[in-house]
DNA sequence: TGTACATCAGTGAACGCGCGTTCACTGATGTAC
DNA sequence: TGTACATCAGTGAACGCGCGTTCACTGATGTAC
């Protein structure tokens, strides 16, 4: 009886190592490719495998992008934690600053989360699991805050630069005749325009 | 020959008056369906024409897209306009709040835009308009700090401004488990943050 | 006024494509006895 | 150790669909003489 439970249990793991292989593929191929043109059989090509055997892993296509992006956004989080919690006075240009390079080196992830606030069919399941992701983004924001003693509440704080962060990203992303690398410069100065106007003291009550 | 003239004016006129209807036909269809979702098919439909007809008046799908945007920029830009011009210290929570309320009531507006903006494979020509439409905003923003006696140079709070209105657009229009009215509430709620943190005077020289 | 011809908006049918998903099958591995 | 059976990952082929675009044709209107 033991040892049947193990082999289920190695089984069980062998497929979650196989799906994690498949994500990882997804995620190489978002990389490279305009997120609406990702097609299954591209990610099945990548991972090496049939386009068939992903329905074996994943029931559907949103389900296997989900998950790739939820990667993405796990890593997001961990990077601002770090910046976050090792530091009692953080420097909030920094962590804008930061949060912008993350997208913009990894664009992926962020073709992903607008596609994602953009589609209105996503399964309530699924909705769920994004959110809880953006609510960890919130809930760093809010210590951030906290730290620079900014008046309670300052959960609208957060919402406002979570925001004002992911509007520079989407706005100046394609900014005509510009090189990446003017982009990008572009993109942190205007981010730092933003993180400023958020660390500046407003009159009270106002 | 002034009367062939007259004749050829007369039929352009037809012509151009017909290519209106059509992108009058398109507005409809993106008020009522998901940006990715409308279909030449669609269109056609929704003006009481052949779906091949459409190709008499727009060379592809993408130009008769552009051609229905910037419609609704065009809109936008004059709501602005006349908000700010017509005071010599203009509300800019007022202004914020017309922007986000203006996008929520005609989201199409506010999906092509986001779709265009994510769409590396526009051609320059599509662009080059797109972008006048963007920077007649900019130019009005521009306005606005300057009568708020912003110092120059202001045009990066004008981009850092729209970015951020932007953000609040993407990031909360799906908020789950919100009624419409709730999110709208919010949108506004935020957009008036990120008013208010620009309006704050700000230390000089930080 | 009448006739032959040119133009061109409008169209239904078809083309070619890529997609997500399902199906029926193979073959490797493990199990029961 | 050997044999019959069960499981299930993996697969190539196919299904069904919707799309953008093109084609060949019709028919209304205008032009030339």
New binding site residues.
């Given amino acids: 009886m033991k040892q049947?439970k193990t082999?289920a249990h190695v089984?069980s793991e062998a497929?979650l190592a196989?799906q994690a292989l498949i994500i990882e593929a997804a995620e190489r191929v978002f990389a490279v490719k305009p997120f609406n043109?990702v097609?299954?059989?591209?990610i099945a090509r990548e991972a090496g495998?049939?386009?068939?055997?992903i329905?074996?892993y994943f029931p559907?296509?949103?389900s296997l992008f989900v998950e790739a992006f939820l990667q993405g956004a796990g890593e997001i989080g961990d990077t601002l934690e770090k910046l976050i919690e090792s530091s009692d006075t953080p420097d909030i240009l920094k962590i804008s600053s930061v949060y912008v390079t993350y997208l913009m080196d990894n664009d992926q992830y962020f073709r992903m989360m607008t596609h994602f606030m953009l589609d209105g069919s996503l399964a309530a399941e699924k909705i769920e699991k994004l959110n809880a992701a953006e609510r960890r983004i919130f809930d760093q924001f809010d210590r951030l805050f906290k730290k620079l003693k900014k008046p309670e509440p300052v959960r609208l704080l957060s919402h406002a630069f979570f925001a004002a962060l992911n509007g520079v990203l989407i706005t100046f992303r394609n900014y005509p005749g510009r090189t990446t690398k003017a982009v990008r410069r572009h993109m942190l100065n205007i981010a730092g325009v933003i993180a400023e106007s958020f660390s500046a003291d407003r009159p009270a009550g106002k």
């Fill in positions: 049947t082999f089984k497929k196989r043109k097609s299954i059989r591209d495998i049939s386009h068939a055997s329905y074996r559907d296509q949103q």
